[in-house]
């Protein structure tokens, strides 16, 4: 499978974006996808994970409430809504695929897309 994350772009304190993240080739649907930042200087977060059966979504603590994680079946494509943005949600967004629902680790994260940047002005 391959992921594309897409969507990225600069934003002011308090703005929304959403980000795409779309999948080619055979992905499980025992899978799911997790959206995971890394801003300048820090390590890779996890933000947000999503089962592709089912739903059950979960999220990063400096996330909750603000983001939400989401698919489109018959698109095969996941998206991150980002609402209330702030300054340090600035970094580059990626998704990948695990099947380990739940984890929060990037090592049990596979199939790293390209990742798209987002940048909240202050």
């Known amino acids: 499978v391959q992921l594309q994350a897409s969507g990225g772009g600069l934003v002011q304190t308090g703005g929304s974006l959403r980000l795409s993240c779309a999948a080619s080739?055979?992905?499980?649907?025992?899978?799911?996808i997790g959206w995971f930042r890394q801003g300048p200087g820090k390590e890779r977060e996890f933000v947000a994970g999503?089962?592709?059966?089912?739903?059950?979504?979960y999220y990063g603590d400096s996330v909750k409430g603000r983001f939400t994680i989401s698919r489109d079946d018959a698109k095969n494509t996941m998206y991150l809504q980002m609402n209330s943005l702030k300054p340090e949600d600035t970094g580059v967004y990626y998704c990948?695929?695990?099947?380990?629902?739940?984890?929060?680790?990037?090592?049990?994260?596979?199939?790293w897309g390209q990742g798209t940047l987002v940048t909240v002005s202050s």
């Open positions: 990948a695929r695990t099947s380990e629902w739940g984890s929060r680790r990037p090592r049990d994260f596979g199939s």
């Open positions: 080739g055979r992905i499980f649907s025992s899978s799911s």
């Open positions: 999503i089962r592709l059966s089912g739903r059950s979504p």
